[in-house]
C-alpha cells in the first residue's frame, strides 16, 4: 500500500508570502505528526492530531504557522507571512494509533526555500 | 520534556568493519526509544524500538541496540557495515505525550 505523500516537494517562497503544505496519511492511520527539520538537525515536533483534534500545538514556533485536519485524513500545514527563517523540510508521519510506542512512518517531506 | 544527545556528527568506517553510533536520552521515566535511518532525499525510516522488555533490540538490517538504563544510552550496532549502510541516522525518544524529541543525527560515511 501507499506510504505517507507530502505535496509539494519542493516550495520557494518570497519572503512574506502564504504557504501550504499537504500530508496525505497511510489510510486508516489515527495519528498524525509535523516536524520541521532545518538543515544539519534532527526533526524538531511541530504538532500532532488524532484523528482530527489536535492535541499537542507546542511546537509550533509562532502564530504564523497552523496546522489542520479537518476531516481526520490529509492535514494541512500552513505559514503565513513566511520568513527565511522558516526555510527548511517539513517532515509529516503517521502512525496507527495514539499509542506512544507506535511506529511513526515518515513521508518524503517539503522543502520550503523562502527568498 | 524529554532529550537527546548524539555526541558523535560524522563517522567513518571501513566497508565491512564494525559500527556503532552512540545515543544519551535524558527522560523521568522509562523511555520509548528509537533509531530511524535517513537516506538523501530519502523520508525516515524505522531501524528500530524500544520500550520494554529485552533490552537487547534486534532491527532491520542487520542492527540491534541496547538500552542501558544506568548510562541513560541506546547505542546502535552493526558488526558488519556494508556500502549502503552510508546515511543519516537518527536517535530519538518518546513520551506518553507522543512528542518525539530527536537527536542532531550523525553521518555515516563508508569507506570502500
Known amino acids: 500500500g501507499a506510504g505517507v505523500s507530502q505535496s509539494p516537494r519542493y516550495k520557494v517562497a518570497k519572503r512574506g508570502q502564504d504557504v501550504a503544505l499537504r500530508c496525505d496519511p497511510i489510510?486508516?492511520?489515527?495519528?498524525l505528526f509535523w516536524y520541521q527539520q532545518a538543515l544539519g538537525q534532527g526533526p524538531e515536533f511541530l504538532t500532532y492530531?488524532?484523528?482530527?483534534?489536535?492535541?499537542?500545538k507546542s511546537g509550533l514556533p509562532s502564530d504564523r504557522f497552523f496546522a489542520e485536519r479537518p476531516e481526520g485524513s490529509v492535514s494541512t500545514l500552513k505559514i503565513q507571512r513566511t520568513q527565511q527563517e522558516d526555510s527548511a523540510v517539513y517532515l509529516c508521519?503517521?502512525?496507527?494509533?495514539?499509542?506512544?510506542?507506535?511506529?511513526?512512518?515518515f513521508g518524503p517531506g517539503t522543502r520550503l526555500t523562502v527568498l | 520534556a524529554q532529550s537527546v544527545t548524539q555526541p558523535d556528527i560524522h563517522i567513518t568506517v571501513s566497508e565491512g568493519a564494525s559500527l556503532e553510533l552512540r545515543c544519551n536520552y535524558s527522560?523521568?521515566?522509562?523511555?520509548?526509544l528509537f533509531w530511524y535511518v535517513q537516506s538523501p532525499g530519502q523520508g525516515l525510516q524505522l531501524l528500530l524500538k524500544?520500550?520494554?522488555?529485552?533490552?537487547l533490540v534486534q532491527g532491520i538490517k542487520g542492527f540491534e541496540a541496547e538500552f542501558k538504563r544506568s548510562q541513560s544510552s541506546f547505542n546502535l550496532r552493526k558488526p558488519s557495515v556494508h556500502w549502503s549502510d552510508a546515511a543519516e541516522y537518527f536517535c530519538?525518544?518518546?513520551?506518553?505525550?507522543?512528542?518525539?524529541?530527536f537527536g542532531a543525527g550523525t553521518r555515516l560515511t563508508v569507506k570502500p
Open positions: 489510510s486508516g492511520h489515527v495519528s
Open positions: 508521519a503517521s502512525s496507527l494509533s495514539g499509542r506512544a510506542s507506535n511506529e511513526q512512518f
Open positions: 530519538a525518544v518518546g513520551s506518553n505525550n507522543n512528542d518525539m524529541r
Open positions: 527522560y523521568g521515566a522509562t523511555p520509548y
Open positions: 524500544y520500550f520494554s522488555g529485552d533490552t
Open positions: 492530531f488524532q484523528n482530527e483534534a489536535q492535541l499537542d
